[in-house]
């Protein structure tokens, strides 16, 4: 009799966890005289510039000791720590001249040698802290312009979680997703691949 409950029992407890929904509390604080934007879609997320630059003037200082150990031991190392180093020296640098009101997605911040068409647009590192900010409640958020206290986070699998073929079970994963009332209008929105 229990072997037959168990299959039930595995089915349900895979669909309770393959979909879960969580509040997220935001800043209650004021804001800054100097606060750079975030602007996605019907979002905004403002940061004060000087807390940035000094998060990527500690980040700078991390890459510049790991760029002293690696210089005479390997170029290859040398070049990418020092073209990473340069990036966040210059993105401090903008943020501590930075007008109030500062669009953060002019700030070209990736981890590596130089590479034109990251340099267009690569935002990717700033995305993740802005995010994790955010989470932290930590950041200013508005949606549609009018300051909001809390966002809604969802982790569903993706493709449904089937398993049908290779594929399937190669690209399963979470889609994990930040957003006030719709879950379609993301604030962030990011896909974790299990794979095997």
């Known amino acids: 009799m229990k072997w037959l ?3 039930l029992f595995l089915v349900i407890a895979l669909n309770a966890f393959s979909q879960s929904q969580w509040e997220i509390a935001l800043s ?6 100097r606060m750079g934007k975030w602007v996605r879609g019907d979002y905004t997320v403002s940061i004060s510039l000087d807390t940035l630059s000094m998060h990527f003037r500690r980040c700078e200082q991390s890459i510049t000791r790991s760029l002293e150990y690696y210089k005479d031991q390997d170029s290859n190392l040398a070049n990418y720590f020092r073209a990473t180093q340069n990036r966040y020296g210059r993105a401090a640098t903008q943020l501590e001249q930075a007008t109030n009101g500062f669009d953060l997605k002019t700030l070209i911040i990736y981890e590596g040698t130089e590479n034109s068409s990251r340099n267009l647009e690569d935002s990717r590192i700033l995305e993740s802290y802005i995010k994790q900010r955010v989470e932290q409640g930590k950041d200013l ?35 994990i997703r930040t957003f006030y009332d719709e879950p379609d209008n993301c604030l962030f929105f990011e896909v974790q691949i299990l794979g095997w």
């Open 141 to 175: 958020v508005f949606f549609k312009g009018k300051r909001i206290f809390t966002l809604c986070g969802s982790s569903e699998m993706s493709n449904q979680g089937r398993v049908d073929t290779v594929q399937d079970i190669l690209n399963r994963g979470y889609e």
């Open 5 to 7: 409950f168990l299959p």
């Open 28 to 33: 209650h604080e004021s804001s800054v005289p």
